[in-house]
């Protein structure tokens, strides 16, 4: 079965330090793979899909970036955190137009 | 304007009851409707999936309509328990397109107290 892992958890980095999320997918090949952030009291906002390896789309212009080294991995990425990323991020594959699963979430808070 | 809109925002219920949530939309045409459920700090989770000729769709205590005409959903939930409190989000797909354009609505947050 199709399995996939966000880390970590929880995370509080200080302004202007850089941040790494990860995620992975298990028990499927060349999913599609998201990177979302939820605000409290709003619906989730896409901020990066990716079709394949090394494809990103960006949906949101922000301080963040994407990447996709490899077919199951998906990263989301800051070199200089800002106090407006706080935010709770989501990860999610698919790999139809009908299946779509998200990730634990992250929990960022920036101080 | 958001395309996804959900009410109530909140609702509060005592174990036990039944409560019904509203999606209406305003994506046309659409593809499919789902609605999840979220428990705090965590990723939302699947419950239902209705494509636009589907009217209801149910798992468990949990049943989702789908009035196509009206662009509205609901989500009816039935002999609730403490474990259901939650955020509850519906989302909606554009036809032809796809996940990377799916339309969040903002989740009704519910209570269920003993």
């Known amino acids: 079965s199709q399995t996939i892992h966000q880390w970590p958890a929880t995370l509080v980095q200080p302004v202007g330090s850089p941040l790494s999320l990860e995620c992975t997918v298990e028990?499927?090949?060349?999913?599609?793979l998201y990177w979302y952030r939820q605000a409290a009291g709003r619906g989730l906002q896409l901020l990066f899909y990716?079709?394949?390896?090394?494809?990103i789309s960006s949906e949101v212009p922000q301080n963040l970036s994407a990447s996709r080294p490899q077919d199951r991995q998906f990263i989301l990425s800051s070199k200089k955190l800002l106090l407006s990323d706080s935010g709770f991020y989501l990860c999610a594959w698919s790999a139809s137009l009908y299946g779509y699963t998200f990730g634990s979430g992250t929990r960022l808070t920036v101080v | 304007k958001n395309q996804v809109e959900q009410s109530p925002q909140s609702l509060i219920i005592l174990e036990g009851k039944n409560c019904t949530l509203q999606c209406n939309y305003t994506v046309s045409p659409f593809s499919n409707l789902r609605w999840y459920k979220q428990d705090t700090g965590r990723g939302p989770v699947s419950l239902t999936i209705?494509?636009?000729?589907?009217n209801t769709k149910s798992n468990g205590r949990y049943t989702a309509t789908l009035d196509a005409d009206t662009k509205q959903s609901s989500l009816h939930i039935t002999a609730s328990q403490l474990s259901d409190s939650a955020s509850y989000i519906c989302v909606v797909s554009p036809e032809g397109r796809n996940n990377n354009d799916m339309r969040f609505g903002a989740g009704t947050r519910l209570t269920v107290k003993p």
């Open positions: 990716s079709v394949g390896i090394g494809q």
């Open positions: 209705m494509t636009f000729s589907e």
């Open positions: 028990g499927t090949s060349n999913p599609n």
